[in-house]
């Protein structure tokens, strides 16, 4: 996708706005403001311990459960502000869904990996729940190597099926953004591209964040980039935010620059 259409064509699905994160007294996030794309890949990348997965576990609030955390400045989902008081967060979830590093299928059939949110949100119709692991395996691409055995553990797919499953689980209950940290470092090569292809699908439809390790990965399957760099308080702050090709090829900063370029991370 070129610059200017995903600048222009893309509404912001979720705003940060000077954001400062605290895990006690120690800050990992200072003064991030962005804006993410609808509909379009988003990648966060940058050294380890520069406040990513921080970053990425904002939206959706799953910092909320970490002793002493604090989070000051404004994260909106449209227009709603995430850290509201008033926010109901179990609706939040569904609406901003995590696909974690390590695939994490719950230890039960391939068929209740699926239906298990979607139950968890009222639906009791049995027909209606066969629909919906269908259509979310189909939706994954996985329906024809499972179909014949919903009943069994996902825990004995192979790893790549299995992160697959979570990701189908994680769209049974219809989100808007999917974010996924760092999704398929444990993946072999076939399977992450079986991922990334995926991620490509999904985006006509969901706006996905991904954290990544791969600068290869962010240049090759994201829209959007975002570079993130430790200050020298060690908190994590934005340098650099814009279309992926933009970032990769003519970058602003000397940091993404040295970075993108192998110099360090
Ligand atoms: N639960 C936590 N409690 C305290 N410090 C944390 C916690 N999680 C992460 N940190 C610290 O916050 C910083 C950013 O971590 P993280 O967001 O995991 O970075 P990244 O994903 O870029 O590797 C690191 O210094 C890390 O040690
Ligand atoms: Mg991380």
Same mark, same amino acid.
């Given at each position: 996708?070129?610059?200017?259409?995903?600048?222009? @064509? /893309?509404?912001?699905?979720?705003?940060?706005?000077? $954001?400062?994160?605290?895990? +006690?007294?120690?800050?990992?996030?200072?003064? &991030?403001?962005?804006?993410?794309?609808?509909?379009?890949?988003?990648?966060?990348?940058?050294?380890?311990?520069? +406040?990513?997965?921080?970053?990425?576990?904002?939206?959706?609030?799953?910092?909320? &459960?970490?002793?002493? &955390?604090?989070?000051?400045?404004?994260?909106?989902?449209?227009?709603?502000?995430?850290?509201?008081?008033?926010?109901?967060?179990?609706?939040?979830?569904?609406? $901003?869904?995590?696909?974690?590093?390590?695939?994490?299928?719950?230890?039960?059939?391939?068929?209740?990996?699926?239906?298990?949110?979607?139950? /968890? /949100?009222?639906?009791?119709?049995?027909? #209606?729940?066969? @629909?919906? &692991? @269908?259509?979310?395996?189909?939706? $994954?691409?996985?329906?024809? @190597?499972?179909?014949?055995?919903?009943?069994?553990?996902?825990?004995? #797919?192979?790893? +790549?099926?299995?992160?697959?499953?979570?990701?189908?689980? =994680?769209? =049974?209950?219809?989100?808007?953004?999917? #974010?996924?940290?760092?999704?398929? %470092?444990?993946?072999?090569?076939? %399977?992450?591209?079986?991922? *990334?292809?995926?991620?490509?699908?999904?985006?006509?439809?969901?706006?996905?964040?991904?954290?990544? /390790?791969?600068?290869?990965?962010?240049?090759?399957?994201?829209?959007?980039?975002?570079?993130?760099?430790?200050?020298?308080?060690?908190?994590? +702050?934005?340098?650099?935010?814009?279309?992926?090709?933009?970032?990769?090829?003519?970058?602003?900063?000397?940091?993404? *620059?040295?970075?993108?370029?192998?110099?360090?991370?």
């Amino acid at each position: 996708m070129d610059n200017l259409r995903i600048m222009s @064509e /893309h509404r912001t699905k979720i705003k940060t706005e000077e $954001v400062n994160l605290f895990y +006690g007294d120690f800050q990992a996030l200072k003064n &991030v403001s962005m804006d993410i794309k609808e509909c379009a890949i988003t990648a966060i990348i940058g050294p380890s311990g520069c +406040g990513k997965s921080s970053l990425l576990r904002l939206f959706n609030r799953m910092n909320d &459960v970490i002793p002493g &955390v604090k989070v000051e400045g404004k994260i909106l989902l449209d227009d709603l502000s995430i850290y509201d008081k008033n926010m109901d967060v179990v609706n939040l979830k569904k609406r $901003v869904g995590m696909v974690f590093q390590k695939p994490n299928p719950f230890p039960m059939s391939i068929y209740d990996n699926i239906a298990f949110g979607p139950k /968890h /949100h009222g639906i009791k119709q049995r027909a #209606l729940l066969d @629909e919906i &692991v @269908e259509r979310n395996l189909k939706q $994954v691409a996985l329906w024809n @190597e499972v179909k014949d055995k919903l009943k069994q553990s996902a825990l004995d #797919l192979p790893m +790549g099926q299995q992160q697959l499953l979570c990701i189908a689980r =994680a769209l =049974a209950v219809e989100p808007e953004v999917i #974010l996924m940290d760092e999704s398929c %470092s444990a993946l072999d090569p076939e %399977s992450t591209m079986r991922v *990334e292809g995926l991620m490509d699908e999904l985006a006509q439809k969901y706006t996905i964040i991904i954290v990544t /390790h791969s600068m290869e990965q962010a240049a090759r399957a994201s829209d959007m980039t975002a570079f993130m760099m430790m200050n020298d308080d060690r908190s994590g +702050g934005l340098v650099e935010y814009g279309p992926t090709e933009q970032i990769f090829s003519t970058p602003k900063d000397k940091r993404t *620059e040295d970075y993108i370029t192998g110099r360090f991370g």
